[in-house]
């Protein structure tokens, strides 16, 4: 028997990586962890290995669904040596196979961008072609990006079913709106609806959506489809799927099948399931477009059914591992209003199974829910301070991303940051450069600046090499990347002036701040007129002003030494002839000239609901750093919290003045 056979007798990674792929489908879970240590052993071993071996390798990982992301970082170097190996079928199963074991690397992107782009002259069939489409579309300039989608609509006619979905997912991705091509595909659909099977209707109907689609002829024909796939479906997670997207379809009038079909299912469905078919109806029903009488009475009912099956799966829940596998799609308003408690209680019973293994995606779910448990935060910490040396870098980061992000010390915090502080500056090579600025980033909003990191970082060999590979990743990721290096530069010149670190974010800032436009919400105007009557005049006060280092800040004022307010020279222009549009004040105009002896500048701050963990008064990381930065720049900062100034405490205009009063005349 094939599971019978030592794995030590493997000589050949040819024969080993061929084997994985054929007992992928039946191997237990301890043979395939020795497969996979057999695997690293190999790989490590052999410098020269052919890249066919490596994909098999992703092959196994993508067919076992495990993410394991060290041996998908040795296989990636196999690649890169092989690059020129390589051809466009290779590079686009690779993409493939990075996309589903969630592995990306800016380094194999910068040099198949180079390759493929060399190739395009020789992709003149449909299989090539869209090969080529689905791999470079997504990081391909403006030159290519045009030639690419002019070339998909000429070749459209001749697309397969299964390359038409190609596209339009490529498509998405590159958030295209190329109306020409879209009209193309759309018109090529037709001849292709009735030969996909059901998960592929519901990701096709998906990305029409995402590309705002307009063709109601090609959505009346995926509509009956779906209906058909609805009726005769059995599979609570299909059932789920095709509901949560005829919930997509523009115009839809619910029928009674769907409600029917839901309630069939809903007490065999996932929490994931449950989420999808909760966010349908409760979009249906604030709609209106239930079209049967008692609409709305039903809705209530299958949502308050639909909530004791989730209560209910949450009860029987013993094993920690299937409800984090569970979780790791839950998302939306049902699961954070009805379950979420429920679920993060139910983690704490289970937190004695917190394990090496687990650790991760529990530290996941966590940061999606926003939710501080102390009990299981420490929890983490511990199994990660006893499994330090077994982890990945990139396990720690994602860590201290979350005890970061929550604002949140752990027992003996210093010495567990130190700790993992120092594992992670032992090991940045496993770390892409742009991973570096957001790792930097994460240290920064918990207080940590380590040395070696920062020099690295704020490197000109090094900011070049990062400016390259962020032109192939995607626009989100490339936005964020460069969002946190400017974060990180402004919190090494403020809090560590010894690296002599110049500040080097003035031209994206203004760039930034230029092409958004503040609109001022009606509360914040409320909240001025109060503050303008508090102070003796509209002079007085200054809203939504943008400190050096471009911080934002929602009001401004200055009191003398006597607590007494100064006047700012210029006029700010009235909010009434704007319609609510500020032109912020420039950081370097005449408010900004020293104040008198003994004068302070004051920065109050309302803090929305976003400012703090889910169903706590805790502020998160990003809120207390600007605190901590504005308190540099010379403010003193006062905060103004949703909950106490929406509290029944200040219900009258008379309590929310003396509020503001106390808050800017009183002791801080």
Not at 245 to 262: D, G, N, R, W, Y
Not at 387 to 398: A, G, K, L, Q, V
Request: with cysteine; net charge neutral; glycine share 4%.
């Amino acid at each position: 028997h094939v599971q019978c056979v030592s794995v030590k007798s493997f000589e050949f990674f040819r024969i080993l990586s061929v084997l994985m792929i054929s007992i992928s489908d039946v191997i237990s879970q301890s043979f395939r962890d020795r497969l996979l240590q057999k695997a690293e052993q190999l790989l490590e071993e052999k410098d020269e290995l052919h890249f066919n071996y490596a994909k098999r390798i992703l092959q196994f990982l993508q067919n076992v669904k495990l993410r394991y992301h060290p041996l998908v970082e040795k296989c990636n170097k196999i690649f890169l040596r092989s690059i020129s190996r390589l051809d466009v079928h290779s590079i686009s199963l690779i993409f493939g196979l990075y996309e589903q074991l969630g592995f990306d690397s800016a380094e194999f992107h910068l040099v198949a961008k180079q390759l493929l782009c060399e190739t395009m002259d020789d992709c003149y069939d449909p299989e090539t072609f869209v090969k080529l489409f689905f791999t470079l579309g997504p990081m391909a300039g403006s030159k290519v990006r045009e030639r690419l989608l002019l070339t998909a609509g000429h070749m459209a006619e001749e697309f397969s079913s299964h390359q038409v979905l190609v596209v339009l997912k490529t498509m998405q991705k590159m958030k295209c709106r190329n109306s020409h091509l879209l009209k193309k595909m759309a018109s090529v659909l037709h001849k292709h609806l009735d030969s996909y099977h059901v998960l592929q209707l519901v990701r096709l109907t998906q990305y029409l959506v995402a590309l705002h689609c307009n063709n109601l002829e090609l959505f009346a024909k995926l509509k009956l489809l779906l209906f058909g796939f609805l009726k005769s479906s059995v599979i609570p997670a299909d059932t789920a799927a095709i509901i949560r997207v005829l919930a997509m379809l523009p115009s839809f009038q619910v029928e009674e099948i769907i409600t029917t079909k839901a309630a069939a299912v809903l007490p065999q469905c996932r929490l994931h399931h449950l989420n999808c078919i909760a966010a349908a109806l409760v979009k249906w029903n604030h709609y209106d477009q239930f079209h049967w009488q008692n609409n709305s009475e039903l809705c209530v009912k299958l949502l308050q059914k639909l909530n004791d099956c989730g209560f209910q799966r949450l009860q029987k829940v013993d094993n920690l591992n299937l409800l984090l596998e569970e979780l790791r799609h839950v998302n939306g308003g049902w699961f954070e209003e009805i379950i979420k408690e429920e679920t993060v209680a139910r983690c704490q019973l289970l937190a004695h199974q917190i394990t090496r293994a687990n650790v991760l995606p529990l530290s996941a779910f966590l940061l999606k829910t926003s939710d501080p448990c102390p009990s299981l935060l420490d929890r983490i910490a511990s199994v990660t301070a006893e499994s330090m040396d077994t982890m990945h870098p990139f396990e720690i980061y994602f860590i201290l991303f979350l005890f970061s992000a929550l604002n949140y010390d752990p027992p003996a915090n210093e010495g567990f940051f130190d700790s993992c502080i120092q594992h992670l500056t032992s090991n940045l090579s496993f770390f892409e450069t742009h991973h570096l600025v957001l790792l930097g980033h994460v240290l920064a909003v918990a207080g940590y600046f380590p040395p070696v990191l920062i020099k690295r970082i704020f490197n000109v060999s090094f900011l070049s090499k990062l400016n390259a590979q962020l032109e192939v990743l995607p626009e989100t990721l490339k936005q964020k990347v460069r969002l946190h290096l400017m974060k990180l530069n402004r919190a090494v010149c403020l809090e560590c002036p010894e690296f002599h670190i110049p500040w080097f974010h003035e031209h994206y800032c203004q760039r930034v701040f230029q092409n958004s436009s503040s609109r001022i919400n009606p509360l914040r105007q409320h909240i001025h007129r109060m503050l303008a009557e508090i102070l003796g005049g509209s002079n007085y006060v200054r809203i939504s002003v943008l400190t050096p280092y471009y911080y934002e800040i929602d009001f401004e004022c200055i009191l003398d030494e006597n607590k007494k307010p100064l006047s700012y020279l210029a006029q700010r222009i009235p909010l009434d002839e704007v319609e609510g549009v500020h032109l912020r004040q420039d950081i370097n105009d005449k408010g900004r000239k020293a104040l008198p002896p003994g004068a302070q500048r004051i920065a109050l701050e309302f803090l929305d609901s976003k400012a703090f963990s889910k169903n706590s008064h805790h502020l998160k990381g990003e809120p207390a750093v600007k605190k901590r930065h504005l308190e540099m720049l010379g403010y003193q900062v006062v905060q103004i919290p949703h909950f106490e100034w929406n509290s029944m405490v200040l219900s009258t205009k008379g309590e929310q003045l003396e509020y503001l009063r106390k808050h800017l005349y009183g002791t801080q």
